[in-house]
């Protein structure tokens, strides 16, 4: 069993760029794809980055995923903020028979 | 890619329920489809999935014993009922569609469960 934390809470400001941060509490981060969804307040989840980089058609080129196995973390970054990226972002992943959650961050963009 | 959740519902304790979640523009029984929890103000917590090509089911081991999970290709129709609903069974149910076993590629709209006395 891992966990995967997220900090709580980011901001920052409109055009700028942000890095959400994953950590994975134990076992390696590259051992199980990552996945991140956006849930804009009062809305669904939807994809964001699935298999730790792949963008699905439709989400713009300004999300983008990656992993870090010296820290043994994921990360999404959001470059050229816009208000509308203003939202929870999780991330997930696959323990041996179920999937795991990230608590989750709150993205201002102010 | 659609997925369309039933409605919004209010049980009391005890009370069984069955949710729905019809899939359309893909091949459903070629994909895992599946729940989500999120409760009030919280986080995302995966219940468990469906092959509906097998019937493969999947479960949380939070939520296995609870909840069931089931499919009806016919109609390309999802499913997640209870028994005997608790109060604290009350949150918001989102399913979704596998883009492979270990995660969501589409998301339905959510269903409200309310269970009150």
């Known amino acids: 069993n891992f966990m995967l934390t997220q900090p709580h809470s980011v901001s920052e400001s409109p055009g700028k760029r942000v890095t959400i941060s994953c950590t994975r509490s134990s076992g390696s981060i590259a051992s199980n794809f990552v996945q991140w969804y956006q849930q804009r307040p009062g809305r669904y989840p939807t994809t964001v980055i699935y298999e730790d980089t792949q963008r699905p058609s439709g989400v713009p080129d300004r999300f983008s995923g990656s992993i870090d196995t010296s820290s043994n973390s994921a990360s999404l970054t959001i470059s050229g903020l816009k208000t509308e990226d203003e939202a929870d972002y999780f991330c997930q992943s696959y323990d041996t028979t179920k999937w795991v959650f990230g608590g989750g961050t709150k993205l201002t963009v102010l | 890619v659609q997925l369309v959740q039933s409605g919004a519902e209010v049980k009391k304790p005890g009370e069984s329920l069955k949710i729905s979640c019809k899939g359309s523009?893909?091949?459903?029984?070629?994909?895992?489809i599946g729940w989500v929890r999120q409760m009030p103000g919280k986080g995302l917590e995966w219940v468990g999935v469906i092959y509906p090509g097998d019937s493969d089911t999947r479960y949380s081991p939070s939520f296995q014993g609870h909840v069931t999970i089931s499919a009806d290709e016919s109609i390309t129709t999802a499913y997640l009922q209870w028994s005997s609903l608790k109060a604290s069974d009350a949150a918001i149910y989102y399913c979704?569609?596998?883009?492979?076993?270990?995660?969501?590629?589409?998301w339905g709209q959510g269903t409200l469960v309310t269970v009150s006395s």
């Open positions: 523009g893909y091949s459903f029984t070629k994909k895992w």
């Open positions: 979704g569609r596998g883009g492979a076993l270990d995660h969501f590629d589409s």
